[in-house]
Nanobody, 119 residues
Framework: QVQLVESGGGLVQPGGSLRLSCKAS????????MSWHRQAPGNQRELVAS???????TYAASVKGRFTISRDNAKNEVYLQMNSLKPEDTAVYYC?????????????WGQGTQVTVPS
């Protein structure tokens, strides 16, 4: 079994910064892609940023230039540095990872961490 645990969410004023972290643990042979998604009340979950095992990166248009995704393969961790935060960034942020356990490759989700940027 694989577990993803996020941390780093909180309340921040507009224009402020937060850094989210996500650590994967358990039956891990290797981790393929890792990504951050978010879901605001009444909205569908959306991709924020993703990073492949070879560090190919994609961002949602709404966060490009403000957010930076990175990963530490040795620690099985992925990070999301969020700068110039806006009220519309308010959401629950979820970490996702495609993990090769040696038996199969499957997606796993964290429990989510709340980010609130008041208007």
């Amino acid at each position: 079994q694989v577990q993803l645990v996020e941390s780093g969410g909180g309340l921040v004023q507009p224009g402020g910064s937060l850094r989210l972290s996500c650590k994967a643990s358990g039956s891990i042979n290797s981790i393929k892609s890792m990504s951050w998604h978010r879901q605001a009340p009444g909205n569908q979950r959306e991709l924020v940023a993703s990073i492949s095992s070879t560090s190919d990166i994609t961002y949602a248009a709404s966060v490009k230039g403000r957010f930076t995704i990175s990963r530490d393969n040795a620690k099985n961790e992925v990070y999301l540095q969020m700068n110039s935060l806006k009220p519309e960034d308010t959401a629950v942020y979820y970490c996702n990872a495609y993990v090769d356990s040696g038996l199969l490759i499957a997606p796993y989700w964290g429990q989510g961490t709340q980010v609130t940027v008041p208007s």
